[in-house]
């Protein structure tokens, strides 16, 4: 079996589902019972998810007994994770159910902390794991399972459109815009002609247009589509917060960085930036569990586990009347199927609302007196009135408006060690 040319990082030639499903069997088999010894107990997430519970049922396989942890959060409007976890923890007597139940304090935006490496948004929302941490600690548990990753490398970004028009494969294209555009409301033939123009689009042409828009200011209101922000893979503009030298300057970084190598496929470009994410994300999950002696893994983040998923096309692994055909085929017999016969996922942007009221005061002074804007990095009152908007419960940038607080936040705790040195 032999790679494909220099425009696919990831995929195998003619690799198939049924292949790379009989692959990630053995492989999250092994990831998971490489965490298992004598000497130490192993709990696991059990969010109602596909991933985290796919490894709980794997993880009772080597264990007689397995405490399962489900968060719930007291007063949010999504009842539909824990009611699926409880369906899924009544079907195997191993598994030991236990429900911790969130309250004010574990919104997101209650008491948060920086990570001495880099600045990283999920240090704002880490309330839900220190209280699924703590109770893995009480039950005794020195290893517990998460199903971080699983998202990703189980799916694909909708850059992999792009990809399937660069190849000419419109037929696959035609079909999974249609699917697509029935499950998020959008018109396929606006899913389809943004692809098929994107993929007549150079990286250079990508990545300049983006660097053109970011030197000039543009409404606080502006929205890129839904199709330019989730198909390109060179991303779109979600805000206009940032300074104008800062502007200039990340205008001038992506010009720079227009002159990379334009043979990657623009899913594995996509990915990169997407596993990159994912594994800062891990080892803030990590930074927490050691607070409470508990090792936290993520199997789907495991090197192999990650090749073995790559290794199948972005189209393949995607499908969107079936969620990961790719984890049900390779779990089938293992897992329960009544775990992969749920149709929703539960959301959670409610609680970054309460959470954010909550603490309104907190965040407000937070912006005040930025650092990041004493520095030439943000508008402040563009970042305010975002903030005051989301009070109203109005939509919201949530990612650009959390990255600005993380940033905030990291350079006052440099700012607080250098005082202290």
Partial sequence: MSRTTATSLTAVADTTLADC??????????????????????????SGGLDSTSLAFLAALDNDK???VTYAQDGAPVDDDLRHAQLCGRLDPRLKPHVVMGEGEHLPYQSWSSSADLPHPSYLAMGPTRLRVAAAASLGAQVHLVGEGGDLV????LAYFVDLARRRDFVTLWQRCSAWGRLRQRSPLALFRKSVALATTSRRQGL??????????????????WEEHNIASWGAPLCDWLAPKAREALAGQLIA??????????CDRATLVQLDFAGATQRAVRET????????????LDSEVVRVCLSLPAWLRCDPASPKPLL??????????AVFSRRTKGDYTATSYQGLRRNLNALRKTLDEPISAEIGLIDPVRVRRALERAARGLATAWAPLNQVLAVELWLRELTRSDVDV
């Fill in 328 to 337: 049900r085929k390779a779990l089938a017999g293992v897992v329960p199927q």
């Fill in 154 to 157: 189980l799916g694909a970004p």
């Fill in 66 to 68: 397995v405490p399962v």
């Fill in 21 to 46: 499903a009989e692959q990630l069997r053995e492989c999250l088999r092994i990831a998971v019972s490489a965490r298992t010894s004598i000497d130490s107990k192993m709990s696991s997430d059990f």
């Fill in 289 to 300: 569990g050691a607070e409470r002696g508990v090792e936290v893994h993520a199997p789907f």
């Fill in 208 to 225: 300049t247009g983006f660097a053109r828009r970011l030197e000039r200011a543009y409404p606080e209101s502006f929205v890129p589509s």
């Fill in 257 to 266: 960085a227009a002159d990379d190598d334009d043979r990657m496929d623009a």
